[in-house]
Structures are given as C-alpha cells and as structure tokens.
C-alpha cells in the first residue's frame, strides 16, 4: 500500500523562494535608482575635477605669458605639463567597482580631449594701426564629457577665458583678458577723457584629438614672440574694433555676452542701441563685434586708446599609460 503524501518541507522551499525573491527585488530597485544615482554623483564630481583643471591650467598659462612680458627674463619656450582624468574615477572597464556584485557598480564615462576642434576667429583693428592684428584661428583647448547618467558638458580654454557649454547654453567660467574703462587726463577746469581697451590676444597651435577613458597629458609651450604695444589714438577719428567669427550661433551668442560684460563692468550703458556711443556691440549672424570710438555723454569721450599684449601657444596631447 503506497506511503500517504506528505508536505512536511514545503514551508522551507515556499519561504527560500519567498526570500530570494526580496532580495532580487531588492537588487532590482537598487539597479535601477541606486546605479544612475552613484553614477551622477562620480560624473558630477568629475567634471567639477575637470573644471579646477582648467582653472589650474588658466592661471599657469597667464604667468608664462605676463612673466615674459613685465619680467626681466623670458620664460618663451617654456613647456608646462598637466594631466585630466577623461573618464570618472573608480573603474576604467564596464561593471568593474564591485567584487560580489560588479553588475550593481555604474558604468564609468569617459570624455574627449581636443585642441582647436572648432575654428573661431579673432580680428582686432585699429585707425592708429599699420594692418589689424587676425587671429585665424584663435584655437582652443577642450574637454567634452561622454557622461552615461548626468547632461553633456564641454569646458575650454579660449583667448585666455574658460567658458562652458552645455545644454542650457554656454557661458563664460573665467573671463578673457578684455577690459574696458575711461581715464582722465588735462585739468580740472579742461578734462580730457579717454577711453581705454585693454586685450590680450591668446592664440592657441596645434590639432589633436584624444577620446575614451583613462588619463591625457596636455603639454603648453610658449611660443616666442610674446609682445605688448600700446596705440594712442588721436581724436575723433579714433576706432578700435574687435571682431569674432564664431563657428555656430551659440559661440557667437557667447561671445556677445562677453562683450556686454566688459562693457558693463566698464559703466558703458546700452551697448547694443543703434549707433551707440562710445561703445557698440553690433552682431550680424555668427560675427559679433565690438565697436569703440569717441562720443557719448557725461562724460564725452574724446580718444580711443588700445593696449595689446599677445602670446601663442603650442599644444600638445599624450596618453599616459598607467597600470591598474
């Protein structure tokens, strides 16, 4: 006669399922909010190291080029050397960071390292000059993210600012080297007001580019050649033009606020009105200029001077091998 049926383990086999169940739910969740979320703190992160970079490398590249120009001894032919992380910290291969689970650690970014990837060009002109000074390009150093979890962004270093494009737009982090503002000269009785612009022409050489994950070496040599001069104008004839041939609106509309900026921090009102005096920002598609000639009110502008240093750099780029 058969045995009769029994169901004394059930119990243990249903609560084993039951369990293992949680814990993959558990694992799901964690996967699915947990993962993106470590992941956009290490992009962030990241790209805030990127940003100090640049700055570390701004300042360096300004004390070579004002060095040669207000020391005794010129430091042109000097190669500086800076490193940037293309990819976040914590793995360099897909699923790595974890020893039980590595399938639960995020999927490190990587980023791109480039020098003058797109052409923007500088044109400075003025009536006390024999021929305008062109920057073609004025080159750039970049690095644009391949973020897996948070939004794309993209710093460089152009004419001695840092500016940053993302998404929302772009925008000036560090400014270039342009100013602005007025000087009095003559007696109280007879002042003579002048406006006075200050720029520092950077160009930056070289085309390369460098992609995926790990570390780059961005090597900077200053080119001979570094020289400031000094144009006084004289009278109301005076013109100093800056011109930027950008390579997309974006730049262009970039640049545009960087010369609103210098004219605000100048006290210069209204530089976008028509025919406005003695500062006028004027666009026309993807060219902005920046327009500075006698005239305006209290005071009246009476000379247009221009102050121009200029310094040119060398760039290039190496992968650093490194053994993990």
């Known amino acids: 006669m058969p045995s009769r049926a029994r169901d004394d383990a059930l119990s243990e086999v249903v609560g084993f399922v039951l369990i293992l169940g949680v814990i993959v739910l558990a694992l799901s969740l964690y996967q699915l909010y947990g993962v993106p979320a470590v992941g956009r703190e290490n992009e962030i992160l990241h790209m805030s190291a990127v940003k100090d970079r640049f700055i570390d490398y701004k300042i360096s590249l300004d004390s070579l080029w004002l060095n040669s120009i207000n020391g005794t001894n010129s430091l042109e032919g000097t190669t500086l050397s800076t490193s940037f992380d293309l990819s976040t910290e914590g793995g360099y291969t897909q699923g790595s960071g974890g020893v039980i689970f590595p399938v639960l650690a995020p999927i490190p970014s990587g980023g791109t390292l480039s020098v003058n990837r797109y052409y923007d060009n500088l044109t400075i002109n003025s009536t006390g000059m024999a021929s305008p000074v062109i920057l073609e390009p004025m080159g750039e150093v970049a690095f644009e993210s391949s973020n897996n979890y948070w939004l794309q962004q993209r710093y460089y270093y152009q004419m001695g600012g840092l500016f940053l494009s993302q998404d929302e737009g772009a925008t000036a982090r560090l400014s270039p080297c342009i100013s602005l503002y007025k000087t009095k000269s003559g007696s109280e009785e007879e002042p003579v007001y002048c406006l006075q612009v200050n720029v520092a022409a950077i160009q ?3 085309y390369q580019t460098m992609a995926g994950q790990g570390v780059a070496r961005v090597d900077t040599r200053l080119r001979e050649g ?15 033009t800056l011109t930027i041939d950008a390579h997309d609106a974006e730049t262009a509309a970039l640049w545009k606020q960087v010369f609103l900026d210098a004219a605000d921090r100048g006290g210069f009102e209204n530089p976008t009105a028509s025919d406005a005096r003695p500062v006028y920002i004027k666009t026309d598609g993807n060219r902005v200029s920046l327009i500075c000639r006698p005239g305006g009110t209290d005071p009246v502008i009476q000379y247009v001077d221009l102050a121009l240093s200029r310094a040119s750099f060398s760039v290039a780029l190496q992968q650093v091998v490194t053994e993990y």
């Open 204 to 206: 930056v050489y070289g």
């Open 226 to 240: 570094v020289s400031h001069t000094s144009v006084e104008g004289t009278g109301a004839s005076d013109n100093v």
